[in-house]
């Protein structure tokens, strides 16, 4: 089964940058799509951004403008950079990954900003 890890997290001050990494076991080609979605502390999982296979790409309108999907094919790497980062993105964020039968998941990374 493939795995995604994730990697990257930490405490940063608000505005500050972080660079969040996805690693997947196999080849990112079987995705139809990967992306990420975040769980701030007690509240539900929510999508930050998505990449498809031609490179679009869809961000969360509050992310928009700051944070940065991109992909390694031949790394199997997805990354989230994150700019201008504020104390309400603190969260655990999720990779994932979608073929056309299931999604993937990684174990999540924790981004903790301070104010």
């Known amino acids: 089964q493939v795995q995604l890890v994730e990697s990257g997290g930490g405490l940063v001050q608000a505005g500050g940058s972080l660079r969040l990494s996805c690693a997947a076991s196999?080849?990112?080609?079987?995705?139809?799509?990967m992306g990420w979605y975040r769980q701030p502390p007690g509240k539900q999982r929510e999508f930050v951004a998505s990449i498809v296979n031609s490179g679009i790409t869809n961000y969360a309108d509050s992310v928009k403008g700051r944070f940065t999907i991109s992909r390694d094919n031949a790394e199997n790497t997805v990354y989230l950079q994150m700019n201008s980062l504020k104390p309400e993105d603190t969260a655990v964020y999720y990779c994932?990954?979608?073929?056309?039968?299931?999604?993937?998941w990684g174990q999540g990374t924790q981004v903790t900003v301070s104010s």
């Open positions: 994932y990954g979608r073929t056309q039968y299931v999604n993937y």
């Open positions: 196999q080849s990112i080609f079987r995705f139809n799509a």
